[in-house]
């Protein structure tokens, strides 16, 4: 099944008001996250991996601890990784939903104190990565971070949330200020809705 760049939820302009500009969201959309699906299905032609789901070649090639990866899943799990990003954001999008606000008080004392702990985990991911809430295995929901292109998926873990912090995502917008970008994220950005119905 070849990997095809989806359509973002909303215009390029949408997001500008709330600090990522049209021009942000065209080279991320249009042109990196487009590389990861062309660059993927230029590897997995013709291998094992051709035809299988998305999710099915991320936990298949991941290696664990690989200070590498390899390109058949740096460029797939980077298309998930962004084919989730996008959704999780929204113009307009209304206010956290009761049951999310619950369960984030349940786990961390209250929503500042995530919002925190996620903050801390975008702006201290060395180099390029992303951060995440995730669902555990047990149910528990934990803040993590991780390297490159490496996501939950890998972990056994369900993404309820995720942050792109490679600078491609925040240059344009905030240069090097990382921890202005997250704040702006979680303030502005998320669709707490979509990460509520990912519980």
């Given at each position: 099944?070849?990997?095809?760049?989806?359509?973002?939820?909303?215009?390029?302009?949408?997001?500008?008001?709330?600090?990522?500009?049209?021009?942000?969201?065209e080279?991320?959309?249009?042109?990196?996250?487009?590389?990861?699906?062309?660059?993927?299905?230029?590897?997995?032609?013709?291998?094992?991996?051709?035809?299988?789901s998305?999710?099915?070649?991320?936990?298949?090639?991941?290696?664990?601890?690989?200070?590498?990866?390899?390109?058949?899943?740096?460029?797939?799990?980077?298309?998930?990784?962004?084919?989730?990003?996008w959704?999780m954001m929204?113009?307009?999008?209304g206010?956290?939903?009761?049951?999310l606000?619950?369960?984030?008080?349940?786990?961390?004392?209250?929503?500042?104190?995530?919002?925190?702990?996620?903050?801390?985990?975008?702006?201290?991911q060395f180099?390029?990565?992303?951060?995440?809430?995730?669902?555990?295995?047990?149910?528990s929901?934990?803040?993590?971070?991780?390297?490159?292109?490496?996501?939950?998926?890998?972990?056994?873990?369900?993404?309820?949330?995720g942050?792109?912090?490679?600078?491609?995502?925040?240059?344009?917008?905030?240069?090097?200020?990382?921890p202005?970008?997250?704040?702006?994220?979680?303030?502005?950005?998320?669709?707490?809705?979509?990460?509520?119905?990912?519980?």
């Amino acid at each position: 099944m070849a990997f095809t760049l989806p359509d973002l939820p909303y215009a390029h302009d949408a997001l500008a008001d709330l600090g990522m500009s049209a021009e942000t969201l065209e080279f991320h959309h249009d042109i990196h996250h487009k590389a990861y699906v062309d660059n993927g299905n230029k590897l997995i032609a013709g291998t094992e991996w051709d035809g299988k789901s998305l999710e099915d070649i991320i936990t298949g090639t991941y290696q664990s601890g690989a200070v590498a990866q390899s390109g058949i899943f740096n460029n797939a799990s980077q298309h998930w990784n962004h084919a989730q990003f996008w959704e999780m954001m929204g113009p307009g999008t209304g206010g956290m939903p009761g049951e999310l606000e619950k369960a984030l008080t349940e786990a961390f004392g209250s929503v500042d104190k995530f919002k925190e702990e996620f903050a801390a985990a975008g702006a201290g991911q060395f180099g390029s990565g992303w951060a995440w809430l995730v669902k555990d295995k047990d149910g528990s929901l934990k803040v993590t971070k991780t390297e490159n292109g490496v996501n939950p998926l890998c972990f056994g873990q369900t993404a309820l949330l995720g942050c792109d912090v490679w600078e491609h995502s925040y240059y344009i917008d905030f240069r090097n200020k990382r921890p202005a970008y997250l704040s702006n994220f979680l303030e502005k950005l998320v669709n707490w809705e979509n990460v509520a119905s990912r519980m």
